[in-house]
């Protein structure tokens, strides 16, 4: 395996219910079930945490292909929807919904941006052929 560039560290007592914290202590949080899954609500759980790192990846992502082939692409806004949703015999599976929005090029260009940034994207590769993953460009779905 290639050596890492960066690694983040993190550690968590209590699940769902409990505490999470980075190592360098930026990140330091209640962690509770959400309302629709019986829980207070009261803190963060781990789809609000997977929502946030996808996009703002993605967004990166996509600002890195816009320079390379010259497009404006770091305006990009992106609204993340990270479902749990249940499947057979009491499991669960995630399922990633972007919307994008990018003010600055036509939506011809916006979502060839979009298609490449998903091609490259750490989190896209991650998820490609594990869980749905749908693309919304400008209003449009891909």
Same mark, same amino acid.
């Given at each position: 395996m290639t050596k890492a560039l960066y690694t983040a560290q993190a550690h968590v007592t209590g699940g769902r219910n409990g505490h999470g914290r980075t190592t360098d202590g930026r990140l330091d949080l209640? &962690? /509770?079930q959400p309302k629709e899954l019986g829980g207070d609500g009261e803190g963060v759980n781990p789809e609000q945490l997977f929502a946030i790192g996808y996009a703002a990846c993605f967004g990166t992502t996509l600002? &890195? %292909?816009? /320079?390379s082939s010259k497009s404006q692409a770091d305006d990009a806004v992106i609204d993340s929807h990270v479902s749990l949703i249940p499947v057979d015999g009491g499991r669960f599976? &995630?399922?990633?919904?972007?919307?994008?929005? &990018? =003010?600055? %090029?036509?939506?011809?260009q916006a979502a060839e941006l979009v298609r490449t940034a998903h091609?490259?994207? =750490?989190?896209?590769r991650a998820t490609r052929d594990n869980i749905g993953v749908a693309l919304v460009v400008n209003?449009? /779905?891909l």
């Open positions: 209640e &962690l /509770r600002a &890195l %292909v816009g /320079r599976e &995630l399922g990633v919904e972007l919307h994008i929005s &990018l =003010p600055s %090029v036509t939506d011809e091609q490259v994207c =750490p989190y896209s209003g449009t /779905r």
